[in-house]
């Protein structure tokens, strides 16, 4: 009798059943389908920095997201299993003790995931047959306009011109395999002691108190679409600072993979088909194409995205002032609004798209610091951390990246138009301070 042939699909970061390519042609073309998630410990050490590469906010929320993406995984009697090890060492193993005849994950493109990518291919058994592909874009590389080397280093004319010639495509969703496929094994529990991090509460102040996965993030765009209809608003209010319903909030489950641009895009069309469609409506799929403009210029410029000149090569006299970091990272600058900012990042792990943008510039451009040590600080801290977006607006703020215009925030000013009655600042700083 001929044994079933076996894929393995390896998740990263993308963390969901629907929409997912490397498990939608595993599901096609194979007859069993397991599934494995790798908790690295690299992602928990100490970066050159001197900050862990992943806290205790994202890693709760990978958590969260992993474990619901096993009981979605059952829904399609597909077992996923769980280790707290390199991927290169713990794969080739599971890969022989299942016989695998493939492995299926998602294609990537900065150094770390491909370094990470090309060990394991070079050791797993080679006569397992390897499947990547790009899973992360709201237009896919193939779709573009333009070769990745010809991708504008103006984000307007990458937009207009995507806009105009590429498209969408439909979202994926995979076949459900026979009952016999779900492997009754012991399988591991991953908690935030196995990472080495201590168990938390969050602050009840957090403008995210949502928790980690596919079906949180697809409970969050019901709600924020068609429940609430807050997307129609979105343009006026996504530049808030408190509260769970100034913006949209995706941008933690899109970073893992809970869900996909273009699950998000296609809700819009049909938002705007059955509710409304307005200047709000488009700001939204504006904001997932500014998302695949950090991942295409980061695909275009490579390891220049994490060098201190940035992809303009240009030089600046940066400090790396262990006491000014520092007082930028506990809220104890001269700029009230950045304090309260950089509690709230140390407190819940979020900050606001506004809150991003004044902290940066008041690090790089008030303080010049290295803005490589603010970019590591929030790559440890943030529930959203995203290669591609983080470093490219930290490049961005600081005058090496795609900004033509070398802007400087004034934080004063901006606290006074998106803060004017002082309730933010007051929210997250002790009264004696502020």
Not at 12 to 39: H, M, P, Q, S
Not at 360 to 386: H, N, P, Q, V
Request: proline letters at 3%; glycine letters at 4%.
């Amino acid at each position: 009798m001929q044994k079933s042939k076996t894929a393995i699909v390896w998740f990263t970061n993308n963390l969901r059943v629907n929409d997912n390519k490397a498990l939608y042609e595993a599901c096609e073309k194979y007859e069993r389908v397991i599934g494995v998630y790798c908790f690295n410990p690299n992602l928990h050490e100490k970066t050159q920095f001197g900050f862990k590469k992943t806290e205790k906010f994202r890693a709760k929320f990978t958590i969260e997201s992993v474990e619901e993406l096993r009981e979605n995984l059952k829904t399609l009697n597909i077992s996923l299993f769980l280790c707290y090890e390199h991927p290169q060492l713990f794969l080739p193993k599971f890969c022989l003790k299942h016989n695998a005849d493939a492995l299926f994950f998602q294609k990537e493109f900065t150094s770390e995931e491909t370094t990470e990518i090309n060990d394991v291919k070079k050791s797993i058994p080679e006569n397992i047959e390897v499947f990547e592909f790009y899973d992360q874009f709201l237009f896919d590389p193939s779709d573009l306009p333009f070769k990745i080397p010809q991708t504008p280093q103006i984000f307007t004319e990458f937009r207009k011109k995507v806009e105009k010639y590429s498209k969408v495509n439909n979202v994926l969703s995979p076949v459900k395999k026979s009952e016999d496929n779900l492997l009754d094994e012991q399988n591991e529990t991953i908690t935030l002691k196995t990472l080495g991090l201590s168990n938390f509460i969050i602050s009840t102040k957090t403008a995210f108190p949502f928790k980690g996965g596919e079906n949180s993030a697809l409970k969050r765009l019901q709600e924020y679409f068609f429940k609430s209809e807050n997307l129609s608003f979105y343009k006026k209010t996504r530049n808030g600072l408190l509260g769970t319903e100034y913006s949209s909030k995706f941008s933690p489950w899109l970073a893992n993979g809970c869900i996909s641009a273009k699950t998000i895009y296609w809700k819009v069309k049909e938002y705007e088909k059955d509710i409304k469609k307005n200047d709000s409506t488009y700001w939204l799929i504006f904001e997932l194409i500014w998302r695949d403009y950090f991942k295409y210029i980061s695909m275009k410029h490579g390891n220049d995205l994490f060098k201190l000149e940035g992809i303009r090569q240009t030089n600046y006299e940066w400090k790396s002032t262990q006491t000014l970091v520092q007082k930028w990272i506990n809220g104890e600058t001269n700029e009230p609004f950045v304090n309260a900012n950089m509690i709230e990042l140390k407190e819940t792990g979020w900050m606001s798209n506004r809150g991003r943008q004044n902290v940066a510039s008041y690090f790089a451009k008030e303080l010049l610091l290295d803005w490589r040590i603010g970019a590591a600080y929030f790559e440890s801290m943030l529930l959203d951390y995203d290669v591609h977006s983080n470093y490219g607006n930290w490049q961005y703020v600081a005058g090496v990246g795609n900004d033509p215009r070398n802007r400087k925030f004034n934080v004063k000013l901006q606290a006074e138009r998106y803060d004017s009655n002082g309730k933010f600042q007051r929210t997250w700083l002790q009264p004696m301070l502020f």
